[in-house]
């Protein structure tokens, strides 16, 4: 294991003790996704993606939107820095686990395109009120296929 560069270290030890939290819940939150999609658990059953929806995320009071952009801040900056490739799934089910541990409902939605050579492509992303908290606003050529509240 290679030592963290003095830069990183110094810009973790100038958080503070709560952001520092919750990157490391986001980073646990993660792994979990992570192990359950190695695991084959989406195959059988959807845990962490919630039950099938019919209607979009409900509107989010201020306090809950300024929660939302924190736990979309935490996901997406642990994602960068964990040692395994955490794309879109994992981090749109990770946040979706922090979001409902706090209380605040969210949408997690898989799509499909068409990509070139006749390739499907597969993406998620999650929303929660008005706000994209992972996957971001997907390109107009994706379509949904499920969503999960």
């Known amino acids: 294991m290679r030592p963290l560069p003095m830069r990183r270290l110094n810009r973790w030890l100038d958080l503070p003790p ?4 919750l990157l490391l819940e986001a980073a646990w939150q993660l792994l979990r996704a ?14 962490g993606l919630g039950t099938p929806a019919a209607t979009g995320p409900l509107p989010l009071t201020a306090e ?6 924190q736990v979309r801040w935490a996901v997406s900056v642990a994602a960068r820095h964990v040692p395994w490739n955490a794309v879109c799934l994992p981090q749109a089910m990770a946040a979706k686990t922090m979001l409902a541990r706090r209380g605040i409902t969210s949408v997690l939605f898989l799509g499909l395109r068409r990509g070139r050579e006749a390739r499907v492509q597969a993406h998620a992303w999650l929303c929660s009120g008005r ?4 996957g971001y606003e997907p390109p107009m050529d994706f379509t949904c296929i499920a969503r999960f509240q």
């Not at 992570?34 to 845990?47: A, E, F, K, M, T």
């Not at 809950?64 to 952009?69: H, K, P």
């Not at 706000?131 to 992972?134: E, G």
Request: charged residues 40%.
């Open 18 to 21: 709560a952001r520092r939290r």
């Open 34 to 47: 992570r192990q359950r999609i190695l695991l084959g658990h989406l195959r059988r059953r959807r845990p």
């Open 64 to 69: 809950q939107e300024a929660t939302v952009r």
């Open 131 to 134: 706000l994209y908290v992972t």
